[in-house]
């Protein structure tokens, strides 16, 4: 599987973004995906996850209520809505595809990760 991230950009504190990451290669409908982040000198995190058809989801609680991710499998896209943005939100961000079809949480479980789009979010 080949992921193309893209969507982010800079944008003030408060804004709001949309990621798009593209799949092509394997089938992307049977793989849960998720999206990641990297910020300046810190581990990657996990942000949120989606399950292969798109009925599962989870959030990591820094998120909750101000980001949604969907996947849309007739495009192999799958997205990140992200609204009420703040500076610590600044980070690299990547699409991943898991090994499995559920919502998965640990990272060792995404064999497949894209390019990464970075966010920067002023204050």
């Known amino acids: 599987v080949q992921l193309q991230a893209s969507g982010g950009g800079l944008v003030q504190a408060g804004g709001s973004l949309v990621l798009s990451c593209t799949a092509s290669?394997?089938?992307?409908?049977?793989?849960?995906m998720g999206w990641f982040r990297q910020a300046p000198g810190k581990e990657r995190e996990l942000v949120a996850v989606?399950?292969?058809?798109?009925?599962?989801?989870y959030y990591t609680d820094s998120v909750k209520g101000r980001f949604t991710i969907s996947r849309d499998n007739a495009k192999n896209t799958v997205y990140l809505r992200m609204s009420g943005l703040k500076p610590e939100d600044t980070a690299v961000y990547y699409c991943?595809?898991?090994?499995?079809?559920?919502?998965?949480?640990?990272?060792?479980?995404?064999?497949?990760w894209g390019q990464g789009t970075l966010v920067t979010v002023s204050s």
């Open positions: 991943a595809a898991a090994s499995f079809a559920t919502a998965v949480t640990i990272t060792d479980r995404y064999d497949y």
């Open positions: 989606i399950s292969s058809g798109g009925g599962s989801t």
């Open positions: 290669g394997r089938p992307f409908s049977t793989r849960g």
